[in-house]
């Protein structure tokens, strides 16, 4: 619940009589790990996801110069289906990256890829990883990216990014 008059955000958890027992450490600890998820979890949507209204800009929305905002909702990013992860096609992927909104080029140093958990290991491992001579697997993607597993992507989406050109700060007064 967000109380826009104070400007703080509060949170309330039931608890049953039974935890009370458990003693003022323990319930102090649960409901610090209660928050945190719920932190976290919502921190992660809207780095990924969120549309700006009333919410971060997620990785996959247009931002910038020339992209129509409607009722404080930025649209997505065009979909581009992907049925292999071999070097053309991330070569031709981080190609469409290493220019910017005003078709300047830059240079891409390392790249994020966000995938659903479930397509990480049924899909993206397998296609990412080899077994090399002596037993041992090995990342192989011809550059280097690195792959996050969130669960604010559905599964079949993914999104391609570089980490140095997203910003996302958290503050607490207490």
Known sequence: VVDTNLLKLSAFIPVCKQALALGPEWLERYIREILYEAISNGLEYGIVTGNGDDEPIGMDRQFGPGVTVT???????????????????????????SVDGAGKPRVIREAVMLVNPADYFGKVFGATHIMGLDGVYRNALPFPVEIIQTAA??????????????????????
């Open 71 to 97: 009722d404080g909702v930025y649209p997505q990013k065009a979909v581009i289906k992907v049925e292999r992860l071999d070097a053309d096609t991330l070569g031709n992927l981080l190609a469409l990256l």
């Open 153 to 174: 992507l559905m599964p079949g989406e993914a999104v391609l990014g570089i980490p140095y050109r997203y910003f996302a700060a958290v503050g607490n007064d207490p």
